[in-house]
């Protein structure tokens, strides 16, 4: 975007500013009281308005407010999204106290649905919202917040190592080129949530999983998250809908002076499952039988070895104002987040500031959020792309544990027998240092301009810089080539996004039976996509062997590598570009009657110049049913409405730059002829590309019961991706370039989701809540035209002996990613395997049927335990790290293996072979988190809502799996650009951690 | 109480706001390509791309080499173990039991796809004559390779040569008609000499096995009787291939030093290489290539501990790709080409006085250049045995079953760079043995003159003399008095086997390690299951 069209933007909203030139004078009265919940724990940032009157301020965390009103209103309004509204006679007292209904589904409920609210009664699509007080304790990204805490939502991570990126697939996969990950709109502004870190380019540790683009937003300021599950609902968004939409709103503060203050230390308590290796005495036991002399004498613990566990901690402080026509928040955090694994962990520096005001008589409003953040991710030798001998963890797992890691004279044992690394120098000779500054902001400038008619302007901006250090000392031996020459890399990327909203809104109660609310906008979006570019190589003269020792990072002196060995890349992707058209009307009618049509017209220069634009419409039905008259005698429901919705959505997002012919241009190595660079098409331009589409169905229930100590919501849906994007084969013969192409068929998924919350004890002293969600859904691609062999395998199976193996396939009448192996059979008499038949069939699936959420809450008196629990069931998971880390020809190598190959009747002559020996139900319930609070409320004149917990995350996981944890996704992929899924490769095992917290409040 | 009220200044703001909004999505210039148009895209650098495009698909050991060898007694590959499973995809093609899915296949069909994609490009940047007839020998190269392993040949006219539409689709008639008409009219306008840029004799060379296959291409199950006048083509085409004679010793052909960038006889050892890719021990080769990975074809042969020269030169064999015994015990004691010996010491490159390695079919003790056995990883001694099965299952043998073929020997003086071992495409042996077999077939030299070349090569080889020689003994596929024999002597593990086999019809009988063949699926390869979806106009291969 163009300084120039911002201006533009811009010089026309200041325009509108000037239209209003009206003050008023009133007299005036002060009214103070507090707000708290239906357990009485104080409500924060609860809105507090004179009826009538537009002056209003927020609560603070306390739940404590005081307004300045005119001396004649009469009623105060109180409101908090995730809370009913309630309104207050302040016509006798000016001291009040205020109960909101907290029920989960309250009528009431002020819901965030994109580019607006609306009540929760008036809502007619799929719609789940988390709100601070039901986060999950203990989590460290914005995204773990609500595990297991919605309805047909998963959450998983890649893997244990802080900072990782975390999958989130709403209502199963929708997207064969894709990772069906939602779209995020953080405070209104869509993101694209791309870890902005250059590649490693050194290839001896592979290619470091990619981190949580989330990392700017520190999870502790977020005070709402709202999901859009179906397309009725995430239509507004139109081609960024398909996966679902995430909205996530950050704390604005209280609107009054105040401090918030808080820290929390917090330490490693050991794996969630512990791995399945021999130690020493049963290794010992294990090589006698098999006739292997491999036993060094000592006894050692290589794993234990790796670990590390320090004390970390995280610091806040806050500083809130304001009054009546505006209120700021500035927060600071500073976070130490540590790996299980040496060297692995995550410092940073959270800063956000967000101010709003209005002017002109509350016509006019301007807002601004900013976040900045500064991380350092250290990153250990962990990649599932290393090869067995590229990685500390897999090192660790094959050490053979009568051998010593360290020789007599103190240095590392890199002389091991079986010619394998050492794992504890893999890590003392690897720094992988990646350092992000990154600039979130919006303004907003938000004007009435009629009673009716209101106009809102929003500009983002989302931009990232970042550097990668990256060493291997060549000290190091054994390990890949060239490491003991010595190798390193500086990077540098960066990423730049920007957005900008118009919307006009007009919201009417035309009469008691008829409410209109209709809004049209326009949205402009582009984003550079990742600009990186690197230096790397090897050859260095010191720190390695024979040569000198200085405490100088390669990557701080890359003038002293071989300077004929230093390569460069530069990669600077073309702009992608988002156009947006979109409307929205909302009718109510008798109150119990709402019907809901969106359409946005969407244009990207991803797609084909003959599809650029796509038209994406939703429609959505609401019934209120017990303002019927026929329900006017029962008294068993508190509410019941029922909703229907139809949409459409669509998803570009695996096309990683513009649909347009690109060709790479190589300009090495052609001196001699000296007829100058060589082209080739990289990537070519398909006209007719189409827009990959989602068409949804939902039909929901929602009810309460018993005065709501009952609530649930009940959803079923069917949902079909048309014209799935695939980075397509040419028809051959071509110069190997990918071009997009839509695929014949269609992606299903259909399912169910039954979420309940009971409040099982509520008195004076105790409260017991439980909720339980359950989430059904089932997966299959649909296309006859592929027959019966699959389009293309993925799920690359890593590891010796079995070079281009793959697990899953891509195929007709097959879930994404159905398993696709050879089925064993057992042994022969001479222990090795058998097989069916030397043909693949297709026998599992990774995707879950089943996804689960356990919570519950109890409290006595200031006491309150709450327990998150989170489980997936009917999948599996493929243990590429038993088949070819920790398996029995690998002890035979002089390596370790695992107990359970041991002693089965197996040969070490046996083959390593994929087959479904390896497939394993992935099966889990784990137990996220649990967490013990005492409120110890407000004392000493200043302190107000002080609260000290202990929390444990990953206490324990119920599972057969024989992996470090069957919540896996580690980052296998089929070597291109379609990703797989659970196949479980020397994933970073999951760890247990305690945290001991105080946060507080001074004012 | 103020009232809002709608003034026309309201309205042109709102007509204002919604007229900004338009903006025409860009499509950046900076990344389209520009072809043929003072852009940066030539004849030149475009025919070097299509050299280098014959670096992975001829040098790979899963590339054309092991479609070619992998499903012919001549190779297999054993599983050991930890070793060489991948998924089954070495026992299936030794087995003849692969599938659509199979990894192989699908990449050197896109593999030949790309090389005659970039060949046709360069038809379409204006070339010179010359750059012209190297680009349409490239493009006819890879059209080769797709019929006789698909039976289909998709390709794009010179105008069409960069859409990504549906590509029209030889038939074999059609495709033996356009590399016949294509071939014969490149011959006069070819004046390269050096051998690793296209040559008259190159030409003349593919024109011989397109002709000498021809039958096999239109009907490969059951190939009609050789016509003559196509065979006294092949003859003539063979003696108008001059300036080429027997090299002394047969490895030289493949050692380090078999290149030296000269026209045949012109410094490097090999005198009848007549088409090869041309390594030269540096990065870039003259002609602008980068080089090739010609040490995958020791490395996939030998053992981790054959010839690392007390570790001197790593752990860098793979231990897989081995032969059948029968192929080794069908030589003539004293024929050169069975190797098994040392490699003289007198030569610069002379590998047996570095690391005891011995070249050609090894079998038996492996030393190293102490004189001392070797032993493999489990300790016990190293010995290549011609009993092998696809899947080894026996601890003390599996690291040591089978005889391997060192062809291509390791080039130790440039072991942590780039080797300098050329890799011979077409050699003039081939010749010889393609004019014998069509004095067989048709040609006027008849049995009398195919004898005499036959033994002329023997003389060379160290081999008896035959007194008969006839095309195949179907029911003994190693009788000494057959070309189908003599052609495996002499072209063992040089790409050419299956093509034989199916030109004498016994591709699908049995041999080591293989029953017959049930059906005849397994004679075409199967076309990619994602080529089908995005190229209607092929058709799957019968069986698939």
């Known amino acids: ?1003 | 109480m103020k009232r809002y009220k709608l003034n026309g200044f309201h309205l042109l703001l709102v007509a204002a706001l919604a007229t900004m909004g338009c903006t025409k999505l860009k499509e950046n210039e900076q990344n389209k390509l520009v072809i043929g148009n003072g852009g940066s895209a030539n004849a030149g650098t475009q025919l070097i791309a299509a050299y280098n495009d014959l670096n992975t698909v001829m040098h790979g050991q899963d590339e054309i080499f092991s479609l070619q060898e992998n499903t012919t007694d001549e190779c297999l590959v054993p599983t050991r173990a930890g070793d060489w499973d991948d998924n089954g995809v070495w026992r299936v093609l030794h087995a003849h039991a692969w599938d659509a899915t199979h990894g192989q296949v699908q990449q050197v069909f896109s593999n030949l796809g790309i090389l005659e994609s970039d060949a046709t490009t360069v038809l379409a940047l204006n070339p010179t004559a010359e750059q012209a007839a190297e680009a349409t020998f490239l493009r006819s190269l890879a059209q080769y390779y797709f019929v006789n392993l698909f039976g289909q040949v998709p390709y794009r006219t010179i105008p069409n040569y960069n859409t990504i539409n549906a590509s029209p689709v030889m038939t074999p008639a059609e495709a033996i008609d356009t590399l016949v008409t294509n071939l014969t009219a490149i011959i006069p306008q070819l004046n390269q000499t050096l051998n690793y840029y296209v040559t008259a004799n190159a030409a003349r060379f593919l024109l011989m096995k397109v002709l000498l296959n021809k039958q096999a291409f239109l009907n490969p199950t059951k190939p009609a009787a050789q016509v003559a006048a196509d065979m006294q083509q092949v003859y003539t085409l063979g003696q108008a291939i001059t300036g080429y004679t027997l090299t002394t010793n047969y490895f030289d052909n493949f050692g380090p030093n078999n290149g030296g960038f000269g026209a045949p006889g012109t410094g490097g050892q090999s005198t009848e290489n007549i088409f090869v890719y041309g390594n030269n021990g540096t990065a870039t080769n003259p002609n602008g290539t980068g080089n090739g990975a010609i040490d995958d074809r020791w490395m996939m042969a030998l053992h981790y501990n054959s010839y690392d020269q007390g570790g001197n030169y790593g752990s860098a064999g793979w231990n897989g790709f081995s032969t059948i015994a029968d192929v080794y015990t069908a030589f003539d004691p004293t024929d050169t080409r069975k190797g098994n010996r040392p490699y003289p010491s007198a030569n610069v490159h002379g590998v047996s006085p570095i690391s005891g390695l011995n070249v050609g079919l090894d079998s038996g003790a492996q030393m190293n250049e102490a004189g001392v056995q070797e032993m493999d990883r489990r300790g016990n001694l190293l010995s290549f045995q011609g009993v092998v099965a696809n899947t080894e299952t026996d601890l003390h043998t599996l690291e040591g079953a089978g005889i391997r073929g060192i062809k291509y020997y390791p080039d130790y003086a440039n072991y942590t760079g780039h080797a300098s071992n050329q890799l011979a495409i077409f050699r003039y042996a081939d010749v010889l043995l393609m004019m014998a077999e069509a004095d067989l077939s048709g040609a006027s030299g008849g049995a009398g003159d195919a004898l005499s070349i036959v033994n002329g090569l023997h003389t060379t080889r160290g081999a008896a003399a035959l007194s008969a020689i006839s095309l195949v003994n179907t029911a003994n596929l190693y009788d000494p008095t057959t070309m189908l024999e003599e052609r495996q002597k002499e072209l063992w593990w040089e790409s050419w086997r299956r093509e034989d086999m199916i030109r004498m019809g016994v591709f699908l009988s049995a041999w080591n390690l293989k029953t017959a063949d049930v059906g005849t699926t397994y004679i075409l390869f199967p076309i990619p299951v994602a080529q089908l979806v995005a190229n209607p106009n092929l058709k799957q291969n019968p069986g698939y």
């Open chain 1, 1 to 1003: 975007m163009t300084i120039q069209r911002l201006l533009a933007h811009a010089a026309t909203t200041l325009l509108l500013c000037v239209l209003f030139t009206q003050t008023s004078f009133a007299q005036t009265k002060t009214i103070t009281g507090k707000v708290t919940d239906d357990k009485g724990i104080p409500i924060t940032g609860a809105t507090v308005v004179a009826k009538g009157s537009k002056s209003g301020t927020s609560t603070g965390t306390d739940g404590s407010f005081h307004i300045t009103v005119s001396t004649s209103a009469t009623t105060l309004v109180v409101s908090s999204i995730g809370y009913g509204s309630q309104e207050i006679d302040i016509s006798s007292s000016t001291e009040v106290a205020v109960h909101l209904t907290s029920s989960s589904a309250n009528l009431n409920e002020v819901v965030v649905i994109g580019y607006g609210t609306a009540r929760r009664a008036d809502i007619t699509g799929a719609v789940s919202s988390v709100k601070a007080k039901d986060f999950n304790a203990g989590a460290t990204t914005p995204e773990q917040l609500m595990t297991g805490k919605v309805t047909g939502v998963q959450v998983a991570e890649n893997s244990g190592a802080p900072g990782t990126a975390i999958n989130v697939k709403i209502r199963g996969n929708n997207s064969i080129s894709s990772t069906s990950n939602p779209l995020y709109v953080v405070d209104g502004v869509p993101l694209d949530a791309t870890y902005p870190v250059a590649p490693d380019k050194l290839g001896v540790v592979g290619t470091v999983a990619p981190a949580n683009g989330l990392l700017f937003l520190d999870p502790a300021n977020i005070a709402n998250i709202t999901i859009l599950k179906d397309a009725s609902a995430s239509a507004i968004y139109g081609a960024r809908g398909e996966n679902g939409v995430i909205l996530i709103e950050t704390n604005k503060g209280p609107g009054k002076t105040q401090i918030d203050a808080g820290f929390k230390l917090t330490t490693g308590a050991g794996l969630i499952k512990a791995n399945d290796l021999m130690n020493a005495s049963e290794y010992r036991k294990a090589i006698a039988q098999y006739s292997i002399t491999t036993d060094s004498g000592a006894s050692v613990d290589p794993f234990k070895a790796i670990q590390q566990n320090k004390l970390t901690g995280v610091y806040t402080v806050a500083i809130n104002g304001g009054g009546e026509n505006g209120r700021y928040r500035a927060v600071f955090s500073a976070t130490d987040q540590n790996g299980y694994i040496l060297k692995s962990g995550l410092e940073r520096y959270n800063a956000s500031f967000s101010a709003d005001h209005s002017f002109l008589d509350k016509r006019l409003k301007i807002a601004f959020n900013l976040a900045l953040a500064n991380y350092r991710l250290q990153t250990a030798p962990t990649s599932a792309e290393a090869g067995s001998n590229g990685n500390m963890i897999s090192m660790a797992l094959q050490w053979n544990p009568t051998l010593n890691l360290y020789s007599p004279n103190g240095t590392f044992n890199q002389t091991n027998p079986s010619g394998q690394g050492n794992p504890l120098a893999m890590s003392s000779y690897y720094d992988s240092y990646a350092y992000v500054t990154q600039l979130f902001g919006n303004t907003s400038i938000s004007a009435k301009i009629t009673k009716n008619l209101s106009y809102t302007f929003l500009y983002g901006v989302n931009y990232a810089q970042s550097t990668l250090d990256e060493q291997t000392v060549g000290l190091l031996q054994a390990v890949g080539s060239n490491s003991n020459l010595g190798l390193a890399e500086v990077g540098t990327a960066n990423l730049m996004s920007q957005t900008l909203t118009h919307t006009l809104t007009w919201d009417q109660n035309v009469n008691e039976n008829f409410k209109l609310n209709v809004l049209a906008g326009y949205e402009y979006y582009s984003s550079t996509g990742l600009q990186d570019n690197e230096s790397w190589g090897y050859g260095f003269t010191y720190n390695v062997l024979g040569g000198p020792q200085y405490n100088i990072p390669y990557y701080k002196a890359m003038q002293t590598m071989k300077q004929s060995n230093l390569s460069t890349n530069t990669d600077a992707p073309a702009t992608s570009e988002l156009q947006s058209y979109f409307g929205r009307v909302r009718v109510t009618a008798m109150d119990k009657y709402t019907l809901t049509a969106v359409v946005r017209d969407d244009g990207s220069n991803k797609l084909g110049a003959n599809n650029k634009y796509g038209i994406f419409p939703s429609f959505g039905l609401g019934w209120d049913i017990l303002k019927e008259d026929f329900m006017s005698r029962q008294n068993l429901f508190t509410y019941l409405s029922l909703r229907v919705g139809y949409g459409q959505t669509g998803g570009t997002d695996a096309i990683p730059y513009p649909g347009f012919q690109s060709s790479l241009v190589n300009l090495t190595g052609y001196g001699t002829v000296g007829v100058g660079p060589a082209t080739a098409t990289q990537n070519y331009g398909n006209p007719g590309l189409k827009w990959e589409t989602l068409t949804s169905t939902d039909g929901g229930i929602d009810f309460g019961l018993l005065n709501n100590r009952l609530t649930g919501e009940i959803d079923v849906y069917s949902k079909s991706t048309t014209n799935p994007l695939f980075p397509g084969t040419l028809p051959v013969p071509s110069s190997g370039a990918t071009v997009w192409q839509n695929l014949p068929g269609h992606i299903d998924n259909k399912g169910f989701e039954i979420g309940l919350t009971g409040m099982i004890v509520q008195n004076k002293d105790w409260h017991w809540s439980l909720q339980a969600l359950v989430s059904y859904n089932k997966n299959k691609y649909i296309a006859p035209a592929l027959g019966a062999s699959p389009l293309f395998l993925t799920g690359q199976i890593s590891g010796n002996g079995v070079s281009a193996t793959y697990a899953e396939a891509i195929a007709n009448n097959q879930p994404i990613d159905a398993f696709y192996l050879r089925t064993w059979t057992g042994y022969d008499q001479n222990g090795i395997s058998t097989v069916k038949s030397q043909g693949s069939s297709y026998v599992g699936d990774p995707n879950p049927h089943y996804i689960v959420g356990v919570n519950t809450e109890v409290g006595y008196k200031k006491f309150t335990l709450a327990v998150n629990s989170h489980g997936a069931f009917g999948f599996d998971i493929y243990n590429n790290t038993l088949l070819t880390v920790t398996n029995l020809q690998e002890l035979n190598n002089g390596k370790n293996a695992a107990k359970t190959v041991v002693g089965t009747g197996e040969s070490m002559a046996d083959p390593v072979s994929a087959s479904t020996r390896y497939l394993e139900k992935g099966n889990f319930m784990k137990l996220g988190n649990m967490t013990l609070s005492y409120n110890l409320g407000s004392f000493a004149t200043y302190v107000k809502g002080a609260r000290v917990f202990v929390s444990a995350n990953n206490l324990f996981e119920i599972t057969k799996y024989h992996g470090f944890d069957a919540e896996v996704n580690t980052y296998a992929s089929n070597g291109g650009s379609v990703p797989s899924l659970n196949v479980d490769y020397i994933g970073y095992p999951t760890f247990r951690t305690v945290t001991f917290g105080l946060t507080f409040s001074l004012n």
